[in-house]
């Protein structure tokens, strides 16, 4: 594959365009603190909506959904397709209450939340493990896509094209701050989309496939296309399709899909307006994730089972690519080799820019923990607007530059994915709790959080070397729920909980309800102590319904679509009639959703 005039024209277009942004956005990012890291809290919903669904649309997606499907086949996206659940959670309930909270960052929660020096403690080490480490490791997995992406399509070396894209993004996420990267993901986005669908309609149409009804019937392929497991296959059902619908959307952390919102996710959520757009940015995300992108991916997966059906005809056709990298994730980017000249300039923008909108967002949310929740926290706390700035600026550069060493490290996409499913093992359900339980405490998340990492330790770099029984990444999965679960609810009943001042502060400041804070507003009652909005009712129930019916109008029309991909025009009817109704259903129940 070689690419020509026309294709780096578009490429370096897109590479100046990006830059021209971050120029362009540089002198308002450069004001202040909530200027350079909440783009001053003033976004509209829908330009949150697409940044969300931008950043998760990384340019390993494409190729860990080729991972699964290849291995797996199109259930096999349960994984991930399961953390809708998650999604729709955060849109009903958290969403509103995360920009009600009016702070910074969310680990700024943990000092609302609880007091002392745990809390402090708490929001100090999370700022470093998440904000430095856990940061690193997803940019490092998202770097590793590119670099495999860089190998086929441009003949470049790991290093390279790595340093070369990094620069790029670091120059614009520095000066624009998250405004800059939030109007650049805008036009990522659409680039991306365009590249993607692009990419699957021209090589669906490919001499070795001919079209979608040969692609299904082919041998390599028929066995793949279910959209559920194989209900006769114990472990597959379990594995699959039980294990991410039962356990693993409650209970694990993960960067995009954190139960009760989080992480980037976050940010967004407080850069909106209102809470209102809070909600339809969350919302808009989830749809556009889950119902819009998979299927060009899917399409592409498939017929690259067609093409390179396993590891060695992927070798044989790249003989001068370092075999290391040669996974199953590599079929995707191998696949784009076969497009033509002019759109293949298209697609590669794509794809570097699904990698850029990724990494700007990790590195400007990474700075800012690091800078709100580190720096200013414990280290110069009488720290200038401008300062901070300065400070958030630099931490970006050298998050920059650390993730480049750690992405050589890394061997394939669906590896990363499954380290940071375990590290994230069994601390959800506090996530989702500590806003409606009062007596979940610091202790509580910080036991959390050790026990996960020290069982993701454990199965990935122990376990392997002991003469104890081989455990599939589902019984992994279960056993560090279990025990991260158990560990932090024995915690907290053995420690005492937070003080009722600093809990009837949170309560005024969140109003969230429920007969989780009875026992507060009796003592706070007792005390004298006012509770504003105390008989204005509880909305969660309403909320959890606007839940099931916004999972089943998003899983409807994600099947409803594939149905129609696939030909299966009844169900794919039906489907869509599901999709209708459940979405009627859903605006009446929003309208009922308390709101300020």
Not at 48 to 65: E, H, I, K, R, Y
Not at 298 to 309: C, E, K, M, N, T
Not at 533 to 548: N, Q, S, T
């Amino acid at each position: 594959m070689v690419l020509n005039t026309s294709d780096w024209i578009i490429i370096f277009s897109f590479f100046l365009l990006s830059l021209l942004i971050g120029i362009y956005t540089s002198k308002k990012a450069g004001k202040n603190y909530a200027e350079f890291f909440l783009s001053g809290r003033n976004m509209p919903w829908w330009l949150l909506g697409v940044s969300m669904v931008a950043t998760t649309f990384s340019c390993d997606t494409p190729n860990l959904v080729t991972d699964i499907v290849r291995q797996n086949g199109v259930a096999g996206n349960w994984a991930w397709w399961a953390f809708l659940l998650t999604g729709m959670l955060t849109v009903f309930i958290y969403a509103k209450l995360w920009r009600r909270s009016g702070i910074n960052t969310d680990l700024e929660f943990y000092e609302i939340r609880y007091s002392g020096k745990m809390a402090a403690f708490l929001r100090g080490f999370r700022s470093v493990y998440l904000g430095f480490f856990f940061n690193i490791l997803v940019m490092a997995s998202v770097s590793l896509a590119l670099t495999k992406i860089g190998a086929v399509m441009l003949g470049w070396p790991a290093a390279q094209t790595l340093i070369i894209a990094m620069l790029i993004t670091a120059v614009y996420s520095t000066l624009g701050g998250l405004r800059g990267i939030v109007l650049t993901d805008f036009f990522q986005f659409l680039i991306s989309m365009v590249g993607a669908v692009g990419a699957a309609l021209i090589l669906l149409n490919m001499p070795e496939i001919g079209n979608m009804q040969s692609l299904i019937s082919h041998p390599e392929v028929s066995g793949k296309i279910s959209l559920l497991p194989d209900f006769s296959d114990t472990n597959s059902l379990i594995l699959l399709f039980i294990l991410p619908l039962a356990v693993q959307w409650w209970s694990v952390w993960y960067p995009g899909a954190e139960p009760g919102g989080g992480g980037y996710i976050a940010q967004r959520m407080l850069s909106a307006r209102t809470e209102k757009g809070a909600m339809g940015a969350t919302f808009f995300f989830n749809a556009a994730h889950y119902a819009l992108r998979p299927w060009p991916w899917i399409i592409v997966a498939l017929a690259s089972l067609v093409v390179f059906p396993d590891l060695a005809s992927l070798e044989a056709a790249f003989p001068n690519t370092d075999p290391d990298l040669i996974r199953h994730d590599f079929a995707y980017p191998a696949m784009l080799s076969f497009l033509p000249n002019g759109f293949l300039g298209i697609v590669v923008a794509s794809l570097i820019a699904a990698f850029m909108s990724t990494i700007s967002t990790h590195l400007n949310w990474g700075s800012s923990y690091l800078v709100n929740d580190f720096y200013k926290r414990f280290v110069k706390p009488e720290a200038s607007q401008k300062e901070l700035v300065f400070a958030g600026r630099i931490s970006t550069v050298l998050l920059m530059i650390i993730t480049v060493m750690v992405a050589l490290l890394l061997r394939n996409a669906l590896q990363a994915f499954n380290i940071l499913l375990q590290i994230g093992a069994g601390t959800g359900l506090i996530f989702i709790l500590r806003w409606f339980w009062w007596r979940i405490n610091a202790y509580s998340e910080i036991t959390a959080m050790v026990v996960s990492f020290l069982i993701a330790v454990y199965f990935q770099f122990v376990h392997p070397y002991t003469n104890l029984p081989a455990l599939g990444t589902g019984m992994q999965l279960v056993i560090g729920v279990g025990i991260t679960t158990a560990a932090w609810l024995l915690v907290t009943f053995l420690t005492a909980p937070e003080n009722t001042k600093t809990l009837v502060a949170f309560y005024n400041l969140v109003f969230p309800g429920g007969p989780g804070w009875k026992r507060i507003l009796i003592a706070a009652e007792n005390e004298g102590i006012p509770i504003e909005e105390k008989k204005k009712g509880w909305d969660v129930p309403h909320g959890i319904l606007a839940m099931v019916l916004g999972c089943f109008a998003i899983y409807s029309a994600l099947f409803a679509t594939g149905n129609w991909i696939y030909g299966k025009y009844q169900l794919a009817a039906i489907l869509s009639v599901i999709f209708v109704i459940s979405t009627y259903l859903l605006t009446k129940t929003w309208s009922k959703l308390k709101i300020r």
